[in-house]
């Protein structure tokens, strides 16, 4: 069972960039991959970014592809989310996630460990 813990959100003009953390703990982190998912109010949530702990395979959603980055601090047993260019419609509930390796990466239902979750608020 692994318990994680992120960090990072806060309120950001458009334009400007924040990075989430994730420090994952309790597991052997290598047999999982780790997502970042993302709920707006009154939405459900949706995939942003995911990535292979042992690998570092990584998949995006397209509304994020040259604006956010995903990584992992191997030695940290942390993930990361660097959110560069922000807009408003980006404001939401940020959520890391961890999921047996393999399978799809994109899933909700693939993954079955969850943060707290972060809030991330985009002024225009």
């Known amino acids: 069972q692994v318990q994680l813990v992120e960090s990072g959100g806060g309120l950001v003009q458009a334009g400007g960039s924040l990075r989430l953390s994730c420090a994952a703990s309790g597991g052997i982190l290598n047999h999982y991959k780790m997502g970042w998912f993302r709920q707006a109010p009154g939405k459900e949530r949706e995939f942003v970014a995911s990535?292979?702990?042992?690998?570092?395979?990584?998949e995006y959603t397209e509304f994020v592809k040259g604006r956010f980055t995903i990584s992992r601090e191997i030695a940290e047993s942390t993930v990361y989310l660097q959110m560069d260019s922000l807009k408003p419609e980006d404001t939401a509930v940020y959520y890391c996630?961890?999921?047996?390796?393999?399978?799809?990466?994109?899933?909700?239902?693939?993954?079955?460990?969850w943060g707290q979750g972060t809030q991330a608020t985009v002024s225009s």
């Open positions: 996630a961890a999921g047996v390796a393999g399978g799809s990466y994109v899933r909700l239902s693939e993954y079955v460990n």
């Open positions: 990535i292979s702990w042992r690998s570092g395979y990584t």
